[in-house]
């Protein structure tokens, strides 16, 4: 990494991604206004090693929320862009992941789509998308990461009826998007995704260790108003953690972010 910083957002309706050097000083501005010109977010932003830049957020398309992905050089040029269509339901984009930050070919975004949590792998190369991948209905992926071995890693919630959401947890096939390993946890207390102001279970972070193992972290309610920040660490093979780490408050406990030491 040269140093400098990337930030996304924002701006008169339209996503931008600012570039700013390590004392402050602002190299590079890009603005995207989306296919219809209407409201524009950048909520993710990566980088490779060539100085690429993709930035990933959500494009208000016929009248919905839809994710999009746009890839530029180090110099700004845009070199392709994805904007995700086929939405009924506006859909989300929460995070971004490359496979490799020196020569990186696939790109992958979570969130969600029609109301289920959604996963895409797109060719870093090109845009185009090569597999998609949706699982129960109310339902959302929080976050992504990469395993030494190329397999995404994701995380969020999944709740098949809109009651009783899970904390979830999944390692996918490369290839195919399918789940080679999946983890659920169920808090003692009946939620719902479907009530705006409701609380439910749902895991906030993932992020690979060495050989194959990760950890996710996020909250689990047990009761209605008190919550648990949960925290779960798994081997490189099989669906039962390693170990689970929980931390409550006499009253209320959200676990949000985490990092790898």
């Known amino acids: 990494p040269s140093g400098n910083f990337l930030i996304s ?28 010109s209407s409201y524009d977010n950048g909520y993710a932003v990566k980088s490779d090693a060539a100085g690429n830049i993709y930035m990933g957020g ?7 929320n839809v994710p999009f992905v746009v890839k530029y050089n180090a110099a700004g040029v845009k070199l392709w862009e994805y904007v995700q269509t086929s ?9 971004l992941a490359l ?42 992926m929080n976050d992504i990461d ?10 969020g919630y999944q709740a098949f009826s809109g009651v ?6 999944a390692v996918l096939d490369i290839n195919t998007g399918y789940l080679m ?8 207390a009946t939620d719902s995704v479907t009530n705006p102001g409701g609380h439910f279970d749902r895991a ?25 920040m949960y925290m779960v660490k798994f081997g490189s093979v099989g669906n039962t953690p390693t170990w689970i780490y929980t931390y409550d408050s006499p009253t209320h406990t959200e676990g949000n972010g985490i990092q790898l030491l």
Not at 15 to 33: H, M, P, R, T
Not at 146 to 155: M, Q, S, Y
Request: glycine share 10%.
């Open 9 to 36: 957002g924002t701006s008169n309706q339209d996503a931008f991604v600012i570039k700013i050097d390590n004392n402050g000083n602002q190299l590079l501005k890009i603005i995207w206004d989306g296919p219809q």
């Open 58 to 64: 959500l494009t208000s398309y016929n009248s919905k």
């Open 87 to 95: 939405v009924s339901v506006d859909g989300a984009l929460t995070a």
């Open 99 to 140: 496979d490799n930050y020196t020569s990186p070919t696939n790109l992958y975004f979570t969130g969600s789509k029609n109301d289920s949590s959604a996963v895409i792998k797109i060719n870093a190369n090109t845009g185009i998308s090569l597999w998609e991948k949706t699982l129960w209905p109310h339902g959302k």
């Open 146 to 155: 990469i395993d030494n071995n190329g397999h995404p890693l994701v995380c």
């Open 164 to 169: 009783d959401a899970d904390f979830f947890a």
């Open 181 to 188: 390993r999946g983890f659920w946890q169920n808090g003692a």
């Open 204 to 228: 906030s972070k993932i992020k690979a260790g060495p050989s194959g193992t990760f950890v996710v972290f996020g909250t689990i309610y047990n009761s209605p108003t008190a919550a648990t």
